[in-house]
C-alpha cells in the first residue's frame, strides 16, 4: 500500500479521482496544461460514458490514468468476484478509450480508501499496487476554497500525494484550488510529478 513517497526530493503527485465528470474533465486537462503539472488520474469505468474522448486526450497530453473501479463505492466491502469484475470491467473500458496510446495501468485507488489485506492480494493479481495519500483537504465535504487551500498548503510535504476530486459537484471547486496552490507550491520550490515518477522504492510497501 502506497500513502507517499520518498522525502529525499521535493516533489509532489497530484492525483484526481472520480472522472470524468463531463466537460468539467476537460476544463481540468486545460487547467494542467495552462500550469505545466502533470496529474494521476484515478478514472470510474462507467463515467467514461460521460467522455468518452477524455481517457484519449489525457494520455496524449502526457497525464497517467489509474483505476478506480467500475462505481464509486467502499471497495473493501466487495467480494473478491466483484472486485475483479470491477477492476477488470474498469481496465477495459479504459483501454478501449484511450487507445492506441494506452500504457500498462498498475495504480488503483480503492473506493472511500478502505481496504484490508486480502484486497492488496487480488490487486497484486492484476498487477495493481493499491495508492492513497498524504494531503487531502476533505474536499468531498465541500469546505470553503480557502480551507482546501490552507490545509494544502500546510500539509504539503516531499513525495506528499496530493488527493482531489471531479466530479460534476466538485469539479469547479477543484479547478479554484488548484489555480490558488499550484504557483504558491512552486514558489516553495515543489515539483508536480506523476506516481510513477515520485521518488520512492521500487519494491512493495513503500510508505510515509
Known sequence: MTFCGS?????????????????????MLDLLRELGVPATFF????????????????????????????????????????FLRQCDGT???????????????HWLRPGGGWFH?????????????LVLGSIFPWDTFQPPT??????ILANAHPGGILVLHDT????????????QVVPELKRQGYRFVDLDS????AGPGWSC
Open 7 to 27: 522525502a529525499a526530493e521535493p516533489e509532489l503527485a497530484l492525483t484526481i479521482d472520480d472522472g470524468p465528470s463531463g466537460l468539467g474533465s476537460d476544463a
Open 43 to 82: 478514472l470510474i469505468g462507467s463515467n467514461l460514458r460521460r467522455n468518452p474522448q477524455f481517457a484519449r486526450r489525457a494520455v496524449a497530453e502526457g497525464q497517467q490514468l489509474g483505476n478506480h473501479l467500475w462505481v464509486d463505492s467502499r471497495t473493501a466491502l466487495l467480494p473478491r468476484r466483484q
Open 91 to 105: 481496465e477495459h473500458r479504459i483501454r478501449r478509450c484511450a487507445a492506441p496510446q494506452m500504457p500498462a495501468l
Open 117 to 129: 489485506p486480502p484486497l492488496l492480494a487480488w490487486a497484486a493479481a492484476r498487477n495493481y499496487r
Open 146 to 151: 480557502w480551507f482546501q487551500r490552507w490545509f
Open 168 to 179: 460534476p459537484e466538485l469539479n469547479r471547486q477543484t479547478l479554484t484550488t488548484l489555480r
Open 198 to 201: 515520485l521518488s520512492g522504492p
